[in-house]
């Protein structure tokens, strides 16, 4: 059945179709497996705001920095945070300042650390997408549970349906959605359906493997060839070709969570702007845990030249970007696109032959 598909993809010669990944996994897999190369020149695939680190702003990271130079702070985080630009420097960089800043595997790490350390104050600079923000809530529980009081979140965390509007809202050529796998995990399948209703555009939630990437694009060209046939028969185009693990409800105790602890609000996103309800934030009521996440707006770019803002939309690809390969590698990014293992530049650099 792949091979069909895989040949079905391959001699395609019907109007042209560009479908958008809007998950940094998917960024990764689809590069990984070179699928790009063997699909008819009529199939685009490009790369949307999928990389959580990605989108921080600048605003986000100086924010964190302004914390660990304090006395008595240190901010914790994932890896991959370290090296996002801020407006000056990396928290990486800020280290040589004299910034207290430790990387952590797990925000779990935290509590231990925190425990053992009453004299400090942790921060955890927590980003994310649907996927990992309950982690943040379980992070929260333990950090009640423990009563603990010196540890406090500095959150960056963000939802896809307000980008994807805001990409449809604003005229972005796409005729399709490869959906977030691991976001639909937690969200259910039917977190698409009010966009695909408003926008009239299919969005196909797949896996990670190549055969199920092939499935899935497979599903989501035939939605976009069929469409008017599927609307006019009341269907929704919306479709779950990763039924191993993705329901149409989605995990309802994480979202419990999530609605527990956190309320919407306005967030920058690196390079794109501010997007209407598309942050989230602790809630008053948890005001205790939050190190001052609200209107950390501030976006700038070290290098001026740098256009993640475009890669990001899905406008231009990595390689269009004058600096791409040349001077911003994986080892002297020049923008956030090329910091994470999720990024868009950074991943089509690793599989440039591809
Ligand atoms: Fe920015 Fe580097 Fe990507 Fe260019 S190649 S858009 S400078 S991250």
Not at 13 to 38: F, N, Q, Y
Not at 82 to 95: A, D, F, Q, Y
Not at 192 to 202: E, F, H, S, T, V
């Amino acid at each position: 059945m792949i091979e069909q598909y895989m040949e079905y993809l391959k001699q395609y010669d019907g109007p042209s179709i560009t479908l958008m990944e809007v998950c940094g996994s998917h960024t990764a897999a689809i590069a990984k497996s070179g699928i790009r190369s063997v699909l008819s020149p009529k199939i685009k695939l490009v790369s949307g705001p999928g990389c959580p680190v990605c989108v921080s702003p600048s605003g986000y990271v100086d924010q964190l920095i302004h914390l660990a130079l304090e006395e008595g702070v240190t901010i914790t985080t994932f890896g991959d945070l370290l090296r996002i630009p801020g407006s000056r420097m990396t928290l990486n960089e800020s280290k040589g300042l004299g910034a207290k800043v430790e990387m952590v595997y797990s925000p779990m790490d935290v509590i231990r650390l925190a425990k053992e350390n009453p004299q400090v104050r942790y921060v955890f600079g927590a980003v994310g997408f649907e996927t990992t923000i309950p982690v943040y809530t379980v992070l929260l529980d333990a950090i009640r549970e423990e009563k603990l009081t010196n540890l406090q979140l500095l959150t960056a965390l963000k939802c896809m349906p307000p980008v994807i509007d805001w990409l449809c809202e604003g005229g972005a050529k796409l005729d399709g959605f490869i959906a977030p796998g691991h976001v639909s995990v937690i969200t259910g399948s039917s977190y698409y359906i009010p966009l695909a209703q408003k926008y009239r555009i299919p969005f196909g939630i797949t896996g990670f493997n190549p055969k199920e990437l092939v499935a899935g694009i497979y599903g989501i060209v035939r939605m976009c060839e069929k469409k008017e046939e599927l609307l006019s028969a009341g269907k929704v185009l919306v479709k779950n070709f990763y039924t191993s693990v993705v329901t149409e409800q989605g995990n309802t105790r994480a979202l419990e969570k999530m609605e527990t602890y956190f309320e919407p609000g306005p967030a920058v996103w690196r390079g794109m702007g501010n997007i209407p309800g598309s942050g989230l934030y602790l809630k008053p009521e948890f005001s205790l845990y939050d190190a001052g996440s609200r209107g950390l707006d501030d976006d700038q770019k070290i290098n001026k030249a740098c256009r993640c803002d475009q890669v990001l939309m899905g406008k231009i690809a990595s390689k269009e970007c004058p600096l791409f390969g040349k001077v911003c590698t994986p080892l002297s990014p020049q923008g956030a696109c090329m910091v994470s293992s999720e990024g868009s530049c950074y991943q089509n650099y690793l599989n440039r032959d591809n």
